[in-house]
T-cell receptor
Framework: DTAVSQTPKYLVTQMGNDKSIKCEQN?????MYWYKQDSKKFLKIMFS???????INETVPNRFSPKSPDKAHLNLHINSLELGDSAVYFCASSQRLAPIENEQFFGPGTRLTVL | AQSVTQLGSHVSVSEGALVLLRCNYS??????LFWYVQYPNQGLQLLLKYTTGATLVKGINGFEAEFKKSETSFHLTKPSAHMSDAAEYFC?????????????FGQGTTLQVKP
């Protein structure tokens, strides 16, 4: 009964390929996020969706395209992969309807290595 | 713009010693404040958070943090370190109000616990 799950856990691919990472949450949350953690462990938000609507779109190359088919899923598709895309990508979810900030629950991460 | 600074990218303590991880934020209005822990090859787990009310907040695993507005700080402490506390610790802020839930993270502090 994993709360936030990501697949795959590891992804090794060649430059120029297109790949997707999937995220699912079973917490009933209405908001989901993608974060990138670089080699120095710095975490930065990339995207956020609330009820399938994009609400955060940080300065991210348009090779990255999030897709939210429903509230429980937020996938990340990456076109034309580059060496600099190598990182750990974390999905997270939270419930925004409460008046006070609710905890973001994080998935286990997907380690992407671009060769 | 908000920012978070964690002083010391690496902290080493002996088992049983006091743990002190420093976090300072920059924000025109005191934000919501969080500490997350990341164990090796895992996602982030919330340790504690400050939203309103009592400035000393207690979290899981014996950790606590104190919000000091005058010092714009939210340092994390634990009276006695255990070997199992060895992990990466992230301080994060989120703006009050707004509607995006965007978390801004510090650069992280690696806690090493020596026997």
């Amino acid at each position: 009964d994993t709360a936030v799950s990501q697949t795959p856990k590891y992804l090794v691919t060649q430059m120029g390929n297109d790949k997707s990472i999937k995220c699912e949450q079973n917490l009933g949350h209405d908001t989901m996020y993608w974060y990138k953690q670089d080699s120095k462990k710095f975490l930065k938000i990339m995207f956020s969706y609330n009820n399938k609507e994009l609400i955060i779109n940080e300065t991210v190359p348009n090779r990255f395209s999030p897709k939210s088919p429903d509230k429980a899923h937020l996938n990340l598709h990456i076109n034309s992969l580059e060496l600099g895309d190598s990182a750990v990508y974390f999905c997270a979810s939270s419930q925004r309807l409460a008046p006070i900030e609710n905890e973001q629950f994080f998935g286990p991460g997907t380690r992407l290595t671009v060769l | 713009a908000q920012s978070v600074t964690q002083l010391g990218s690496h902290v080493s303590v002996s088992e049983g010693a006091l743990v002190l991880l420093r976090c300072n934020y920059s924000s025109s209005v005191p934000p919501y404040l969080f500490w997350y822990v990341q164990y090796p090859n895992q996602g982030l787990q919330l340790l504690l958070k400050y939203t309103t009310g009592a400035t000393l907040v207690k979290g899981i695993n014996g950790f606590e943090a104190e919000f000091k507005k005058s010092e714009t700080s939210f340092h994390l402490t634990k009276p006695s370190a255990h070997m199992s506390d060895a992990a990466e610790y992230f301080c994060a802020v989120r703006a009050r109000g707004g509607n995006t839930g965007k978390l801004i993270f510090g650069q992280g502090t690696t806690l090493q616990v020596k026997p």
